[in-house]
C-alpha cells in the first residue's frame, strides 16, 4: 500500500517528489559527530524514499566520512518539509 503525507503547506507529498528539510528531531543520544551530521541536514533538497502509514516521510541522506560513504535516514512530520516544485 502507498500513503501519502502533506507538507508545511498542507500540499500533498508522495515518494519521489523533492522536499527542503526544515526542521529535525533528532535523537538527543547521539554523539556530537552524528548530530553534526543530522542537524546539517536542514535546508537539504532530499527525495522522499517512503512514507509510513503515520505521515512520517522519509529521506536519505548520503555523505563521505571517515569511515566512507555513510548513509543517514531521516524521517520527516508535515511540519519539517516542504515540497519543492518539480
Not at 63 to 78: F, I, K, Y
Amino acid at each position: 500500500m502507498q500513503f501519502s503525507t502533506k507538507d508545511i503547506n498542507g500540499r500533498s507529498v508522495a515518494v519521489g517528489d523533492m522536499v527542503l528539510v526544515l526542521d529535525i528531531s533528532p535523537d538527543p543520544e547521539l554523539e556530537e559527530d552524528q548530530m553534526a551530521i543530522f542537524m546539517d541536514m536542514i535546508g537539504s533538497r532530499c527525495a522522499i524514499e517512503r512514507i509510513d502509514a503515520d505521515g512520517t516521510a522519509w529521506v536519505a541522506a548520503w555523505w563521505r566520512g571517515n569511515e566512507g560513504t555513510q548513509l543517514a535516514l531521516l524521517g520527516l512530520a508535515p511540519c519539517q518539509m516542504e515540497r519543492l516544485n518539480a
